[in-house]
């Protein structure tokens, strides 16, 4: 019980560091540079981070055990967190983060299904009560009764997102329990790895416009923000 708190713990730090990056991020987007380049810089530069811990912490992070882990984990780098980090920052460009993050955060629902129904393991009642209640919050909130009002790009950016995130949980959970598991830190190196290899093979970083990263960024009369630091909380916490 006591690990259920702690987890309970980790994820509510995680969605509140998430949130506020998502008003970071789209301060760093208002400012001209492009969803993919943001997203570049956001995964190539946590690789780097991570990277030197584990090369102080643990080196034997950096082993492959399998081809079928090697696939697995770059499905997980490109599919799950390259995809998701890509549509989630055109979503939040294109939409309010609020609105952005709900649609988004359909994952779990299509997570549960999945368990459900491909897995054929048991999913508590309570689960799935507390999907509908997130379902019908996002129902009230995108008021779909009206009709869309919102920039049809960034909704599908968005759901987009949702089925991308549903793929990073769900590999994730399966890389995590081999039979020879591997932590999470480690499994989030190679995730944000295979993410930095996809973007430096379609954007080279030479030609990356360092010049959006330059002078501050105002979100409002009392709070104004280099853009430098705003793109380390992203890496760092985002």
Same mark, same amino acid.
């Given at each position: 019980m006591?690990?259920?708190?702690i987890g309970y713990m980790l994820y509510v730090s995680a969605a509140s560091m998430w949130a506020v990056n998502g008003t970071i991020s789209k301060g760093l987007l208002d400012t001209g540079i492009s969803s993919m380049r943001l997203s570049q810089l956001r995964v190539s530069a946590a690789f780097?981070?991570?990277?030197l811990v584990l090369l102080l912490l643990n080196r034997s992070a950096?082993? #492959?055990?399998?081809?079928? /882990?090697?696939l697995l984990m770059a499905m997980y780098g490109i599919l799950g967190v390259t995809m998701t980090q890509w549509l989630y920052f055109v979503a939040i460009h294109l939409l309010p983060v609020g609105v952005a993050l709900i649609l988004e955060l359909t994952a779990p629902l299509m997570v549960a299904i999945w368990v459900k129904f491909a897995w054929n393991h048991h999913v508590p009642r309570l689960t799935w009560l507390g999907l509908a209640?997130? =379902? +019908?919050?996002?129902?009230? #909130?995108? /008021?779909?009764w009206t009709g %869309? @009002? =919102?920039?049809?790009?960034?909704? &599908?950016?968005?759901?987009g997102a949702a089925v991308a995130l549903a793929i990073y949980y769900v590999v994730g959970e399966k890389v995590l329990h081999q039979p020879e598991p591997?932590?999470? =830190? @480690?499994? +989030? &190196?190679?995730? %944000?790895? %295979?993410?930095?290899? %996809?973007w430096a093979i379609f954007q080279p970083w030479w030609s990356f416009p360092w010049e959006y990263l330059q002078g501050e960024y105002v979100f409002n009369e009392s709070l104004t923000l280099s853009r430098v630091s705003m793109a380390l909380f992203m890496i760092m916490f985002g």
């Open positions: 006591k690990k259920a708190y780097v981070v991570i990277a950096f082993r #492959i055990r399998s081809k079928s /882990e090697l209640i997130a =379902l +019908t919050g996002l129902t009230l #909130i995108t /008021e779909v %869309f @009002s =919102l920039n049809i790009i960034g909704v &599908m950016a968005a759901l591997r932590d999470p =830190l @480690s499994l +989030t &190196m190679w995730g %944000f790895a %295979f993410a930095t290899l %996809f």
